[in-house]
C-alpha cells in the first residue's frame, strides 16, 4: 500500500538555526499537506500544497512540493523555541483517506 | 464556524473494562470522520474513519469498534480494554476533497 516517510525522525536544534525535514511518497501525490503537533497537543493544519514544484511560505517556514509529486521539504528558517513539536506531513490514499508520515520531531534549545 | 469537541480529555481505566470515546462535530455537515491513536512519541495510527451515517471502515484489526449514530457523531468502544490500548486518541473531520483535516483536543487514555 501507500507509504508516506519522513526523515530525520529527531532534529535537536539550537535556537536560530535552520531545520528542514523531507517527506517522500511511495506514490505520487495529488497534493499534500503539512501539520504540526506541540507537545501534548493536537495535530494542527499548516498548509497544503497541490502543484508540481510549488513553492510556499509562511513567515519563517518555506514549503516545497517536488516536480514529480513525490516529495516535500518543509524549511524552518532561524528556528525558535516556539517552533518544538512534531511536524507531519499528509497525503491522499483511496477514497476519502488520507496517510500521515511518520512525523519529524523537532527540539530547539535556548 | 466549525469546532470539534472530543471527550474525556484523560482516562484512566482497568484492563478488561470497556470504553467509550465521544466526538461531535459542530457549523458543518457530512463531514468525514476520523479516529487515530498515537502512541508516546510516535506517528498516527488510523483505526476507523467514516464518510456517513453507520458507515465504518476498519484500518487495523483490533478490539476497538466505531459507530457513527448521527451524522456528526464518532464513537470509539471497546468491550473489555487490554494494556496495549492505550495511547493518544484524535478525532478529526474533514469535508470531502482534498481539504485539510480538523482534530479534536484528543483522549489521553491510560490502562492500568
Known amino acids: 500500500g501507500q507509504q508516506v516517510m519522513q526523515i530525520p525522525q529527531y532534529q535537536h536544534v539550537q535556537e536560530g538555526e535552520d531545520f528542514t525535514t523531507y517527506c517522500n511518497s511511495s506514490?505520487?501525490?495529488?497534493?499534500i499537506q503539512w501539520y504540526k503537533q506541540r507537545p501534548g497537543g493536537h495535530p494542527v493544519f499548516l498548509i497544503q500544497l497541490v502543484k508540481s514544484g510549488e513553492v510556499k511560505k509562511q513567515k519563517r517556514l518555506t514549503f516545497q512540493f517536488g516536480e514529480a509529486k513525490k516529495n516535500s521539504s518543509l524549511h524552518i528558517t532561524a528556528t525558535q523555541t516556539t517552533d518544538v513539536g512534531t511536524y507531519f506531513c499528509?497525503?491522499?490514499?483511496?477514497?476519502?483517506?488520507?496517510?500521515f508520515g511518520p512525523g519529524t520531531r523537532l527540539s530547539v534549545l535556548p | 464556524s466549525q469546532t470539534i469537541h472530543q471527550w474525556p480529555a484523560t482516562l484512566v481505566q482497568p484492563v478488561g473494562s470497556p470504553l467509550s470515546l465521544e466526538c461531535t462535530v459542530e457549523?458543518?455537515?457530512?463531514?468525514?470522520l476520523y479516529w487515530y491513536r498515537q502512541a508516546a512519541g510516535r506517528g498516527l495510527q488510523l483505526l476507523f474513519y467514516s464518510v456517513g451515517i453507520g458507515q465504518i471502515s476498519s484500518e487495523v484489526p483490533q478490539n476497538l469498534s466505531a459507530s457513527r449514530p448521527q451524522d456528526r457523531q464518532f464513537i470509539l468502544s471497546s468491550k473489555k480494554l487490554l494494556l496495549s490500548d492505550s495511547g493518544f486518541y484524535l478525532c478529526a473531520w474533514r469535508l470531502t476533497g482534498n481539504t485539510e483535516a480538523f482534530f479534536g483536543q484528543g483522549t489521553r487514555l491510560t490502562v492500568v
Open positions: 499528509a497525503g491522499p490514499t483511496y477514497g476519502q483517506n488520507f496517510v
Open positions: 457549523g458543518t455537515s457530512n463531514p468525514n
Open positions: 506514490t505520487t501525490l495529488s497534493n
